[in-house]
């Protein structure tokens, strides 16, 4: 799903978006900001969460200076919702497998939603 990144780049489907990005299990690409650029707090997370999904992936940039604060990891991890934070390349790696080991089971995917900072 999710072809390559680089700094400040994302190809998605043959689509390269310049901007952070949402990423949902079904193909559906949005645009993700934040009130803070460095800094993903609650509020920043609410439409993800709001999808109910099993995983949430959070990208914090290629050096990972991007931070999600504490309150909205309990935000996602208080409704049963998996998280996983990482570097955006590694998040990228990460939302990937999930998408494939999903297709093997049974043909039920997993609902995992990708939040991708694309700089810092």
Not at 37 to 53: F, G, M, Y
Not at 55 to 77: C, F, H, M
Request: hydrophobic share 35%; glycine share 8%.
């Amino acid at each position: 799903m999710i072809e390559e990144y680089h700094f400040g780049s994302i190809t998605i489907d043959g689509k390269t978006y310049t901007y952070d990005v949402e990423v949902r299990w079904n193909g559906e690409v949005l645009k993700w900001w934040r009130e803070k650029s460095h800094l993903v707090e609650t509020e920043d997370i609410k439409r993800a969460v709001e999808q109910n999904p099993d995983l949430i992936i959070i990208g914090t940039g290629e050096s990972g200076l991007a931070k999600v604060t504490d309150n909205a990891k309990e935000e996602i991890l208080s409704r049963g919702i998996g998280l996983i934070v990482d570097r955006t390349d590694e998040a990228v790696r990460t939302f990937n497998i999930q998408k494939e080991e999903s297709k093997e089971e049974e043909g039920e995917q997993k609902r995992a939603i990708g939040l991708f900072h694309l700089t810092c």
